[in-house]
């Protein structure tokens, strides 16, 4: 089985990059609150970070924020 390569035209580079910033934001947040705890931090952090995800893609806003869009399975080609 072969995996066909990256099309980086494809990618919603925005998207990626504002959950990248959540990401930084929640792990900088989640290390503040632990007091140095790597763990405690690290379960905040993903905490933090679930909670932004589902507020930023699932939460009806009616301003243009970028959401997860579905993608279907690629089909071999015949």
Do not use: C, E, Q
């Not at 099309?7 to 925005?14: A, F, H, I, M, Q």
């Not at 763990?39 to 806003?61: D, K, R, T």
């Not at 970028?66 to 993608?71: F, Q, T």
Request: hydrophobic residues 60%; aromatic residues 14%; glycine residues 10%.
């Amino acid at each position: 089985m072969m995996i066909g390569a990256l099309d980086p035209s494809k990618v919603d580079w925005l998207f990626v990059g504002l959950m990248t910033g959540l990401a930084f934001v929640t792990a900088l947040l989640g290390s503040l609150i632990a007091f140095r705890n790597r763990v405690v931090g690290a379960v905040i952090a993903a905490i933090l970070f679930f909670i932004g995800f589902i507020a930023w893609n699932y939460y009806p806003h009616s301003f243009g924020l970028p959401v997860l869009k579905s993608v279907g399975l690629d089909t071999p080609a015949s």
